[in-house]
């Protein structure tokens, strides 16, 4: 079992920037895989990014975000940050973060992983 909990959602005017996090625990970050995806109303889960494991040189973002999103952990803390600057009324979700097991490769797919959070709400303004 890896246990996640997600915090840092809010609402906060397009634009802006909000970081949320996902702490972890019964489990090493550092040893699995750890996405964020999203789903907003009337919409299906989707993938925003996903880091690696070790020291998190491998990262993965979708293309809706890369260039906006930063993702990263602190393995001391259990802990993976995403940076979200540059918000989007269309980046309003429920955000959840995953743990998976690494298969040779970032996994965009939420089939691919296996413990989930109870995901933190992101409400962007315009």
């Known amino acids: 079992q890896v246990p996640l909990v997600e915090s840092g959602g809010g609402l906060v005017q397009a634009g802006k920037s909000l970081r949320v996090s996902c702490g972890a625990s019964g489990r090493a970050i550092s040893t699995v895989v750890i996405g964020w995806f999203r789903q907003a109303p009337g919409k299906e889960r989707e993938f925003v990014a996903a880091i690696g494991l070790g020291s998190g040189s491998i990262k993965d973002y979708a293309d809706s975000v890369k260039g906006r999103f930063a993702i990263s952990k602190d393995n001391a803390l259990n802990v993976v940050y995403l940076q979200m600057n540059s918000l989007k009324p269309e980046d309003t979700a429920l955000y959840s973060c995953?743990?998976?097991?690494?298969?040779?490769?970032?996994?965009?797919?939420?089939?691919?992983?296996?413990?989930w959070g109870q995901g933190t709400q992101v409400i962007v303004s315009s």
């Open positions: 995953a743990a998976g097991f690494w298969r040779g490769s970032i996994d965009r797919d939420a089939k691919g992983y296996d413990y």
